[in-house]
């Protein structure tokens, strides 16, 4: 079963504008992660944020992490039509196993 | 990180048949796993491969349907056996990174069953 939930299911944007993702989850984890996926194809990972981390940064990608809250956001400034795909956060605890959230879908219009 | 390449990208088969995933790392990993993505929907994993010992599958999983071979560090295949179209998903293969820093996938394996 899915431990994320992600909101929203889908987002469509201008190009320059903000993209802003949200993901829930029930347990504890040891890190949670961000994933893009084009078309259908294989995940790339994006960024990983451990469960004593707060915020991180990479590039035009924003993280953070609230535990107590259990959620997470991903935050892609100035987006590009390039980063028109699905994001999937990802928490992972003791014994190496990925739990997906639902994604997200993003659309960067020209 | 770890490069896998796995194929085939994508095949159409028909009902009742078997089609067998490969995925060959460039690195010596001791885990593989393997995922399922149903249309539409989020990752799921089937199982996890470890050389020399049987797959360790997730509920909902068992090994008559989805049999997994692990000969070596670098290599492991995924069968779908008997399939019927409800089998049509995109099959992953994934691979932790050695920094432990996140998981990289291959290209996946998109299935459909006719």
């Known amino acids: 079963s899915q431990q994320g939930e992600e909101d929203p299911q889908a987002l469509s944007i201008q190009e320059g504008e903000n993209a802003t993702m949200n993901c829930s989850y029930k347990?504890?984890?040891?890190?949670l992660q961000w994933y893009r996926q084009n078309s259908g194809r294989g995940l790339v990972h994006l960024i990983l944020?451990?469960?004593?981390?707060r915020e991180k940064h990479s590039g035009r990608l924003r993280v953070t992490l609230d535990t107590s809250k259990k959620s997470s956001s991903l935050l892609i400034t100035a987006s590009r039509a390039a980063d028109t795909a699905s994001y999937f956060c990802a928490t992972e605890a003791a014994g190496n196993k990925l739990t997906f959230g639902g994604g997200t879908r993003v659309l960067v219009k020209p | 990180s770890a490069v896998i390449s796995q194929k085939p990208s994508r095949d159409i088969c028909q009902r009742g048949t078997s089609l067998t995933i490969q995925c060959q790392v460039d690195?010596?990993?001791?885990?593989m796993f393997w995922y399922r993505q149903q249309p539409g929907q989020s990752l799921t994993l089937i199982a996890t491969a470890n050389q020399g010992s049987e797959a360790t599958y997730e509920s909902g999983f068992v090994i008559d349907k989805f049999p997994i071979s692990r000969p070596n560090l670098t290599f492991s295949t995924l069968t779908v056996s008997n399939m019927s179209p409800e089998d049509s998903s995109i099959y992953l293969c994934?691979?932790?990174?050695?920094?432990?820093?996140?998981?990289?996938f291959g290209s996946g394996t998109r299935l459909t069953v006719v």
């Open positions: 944020i451990r469960s004593n981390e």
């Open positions: 690195s010596q990993v001791t885990m």
């Open positions: 347990t504890s984890i040891n890190n």
């Open positions: 994934s691979v932790e990174d050695i920094r432990r820093a996140g998981y990289t």
